[in-house]
C-alpha cells in the first residue's frame, strides 16, 4: 500500500503521461493528413503531366502534318527557310 505523500506523484505523472499521448495522437492525426494531401498533390500533379503529354505529342503530330502538307505542295521537297 503506498503512503498518501507518493500518491499525488503518481497522479501528477499519470496526468503528465495522459496529457503526453493526447499530444502525440493530435500529431499523428495531423501528419495522417500532411500525407494525405501530399498524396493528393501528387495524383494531381501526374494528372497534369499526363495532360501535357498528350497536349505535346498531339502539337507534334499537327507540326508533322503541317510539314507533310508543304512538302507535298513543294513537290516534295522541304520547305524553304
Known amino acids: ?3 498518501s505523500t507518493e500518491q499525488p506523484d503518481i497522479e501528477t505523472r499519470l496526468n503528465t ?3 503526453e ?3 502525440i495522437r ?3 492525426d495531423n501528419i495522417g493528413q500532411s500525407t494525405r494531401i ?3 498533390t501528387i495524383l494531381s ?3 497534369t503531366t499526363a495532360d501535357l503529354l498528350q ?3 498531339s502539337n507534334e503530330r499537327k507540326v508533322n502534318q503541317i510539314l507533310q502538307y508543304l512538302r507535298d505542295r513543294n ?3 522541304s520547305p524553304p527557310t
Request: hydrophobic share 35%.
Open 1 to 3: 500500500m503506498t503512503n
Open 17 to 19: 503521461l495522459e496529457t
Open 21 to 23: 499521448v493526447t499530444r
Open 26 to 28: 493530435e500529431e499523428l
Open 38 to 40: 501530399n498524396s493528393d
Open 45 to 47: 500533379l501526374s494528372r
Open 55 to 57: 497536349i505535346a505529342l
Open 75 to 77: 513537290g516534295g521537297s
